[in-house]
């Protein structure tokens, strides 16, 4: 049998089939249309807008470290959208995270930890403890207002730019 012979036994078949099932042929022509319709009121009720194209910082993949990648994820977490391109898009520029303060804070840490003696960093840490074991048992005597001028930037930031009821804004000066 020929394709143009199947082909039109095919077509003639299915026009039977929809002839004889009006409620269905119907739903098929228009549940689309319907679908359709809706897409276009959308689209006239919210015209769209112009928008810049976006350039977001750079975020190492877990391959780079572990303290790149949960660096990137952290400082990036509300996923910023810039006008311009960030320096993390240079080319040439694998990674730009070596020069941020988590990065500099461990280098730094590990050159106190390695290049220090031990003994003199356990006895400069036992000089502490002491004083740290007195702080810790007059800190729930200080309060917050105790530090604060009256009418200072903080507690009139409380009192006037959040909507905190006063009662709270007392409380929190007492913490």
Known sequence: MAVGTQLGLLLWKNFTYRRRQRIQLAIEILWPLFL???????????????????????KALPSAGILPWLQGIICNLNNPCFRYPTPGEAPGVVGNFDGSI????????????LLTDGQRLLRGSARILPILRRLRGSWAQRRVRRYLRKDETFSRFLRTNTSLPPALVEELMAA
């Open 36 to 58: 359709f319709f809706i897409l276009i009121s959308v689209r006239q009720s919210h015209p769209p807008f112009q928008q810049h194209e976006c350039h977001f910082p750079n």
């Open 102 to 113: 988590l990065s500099r804070l461990l280098a730094e840490a590990r050159q106190v930890l």
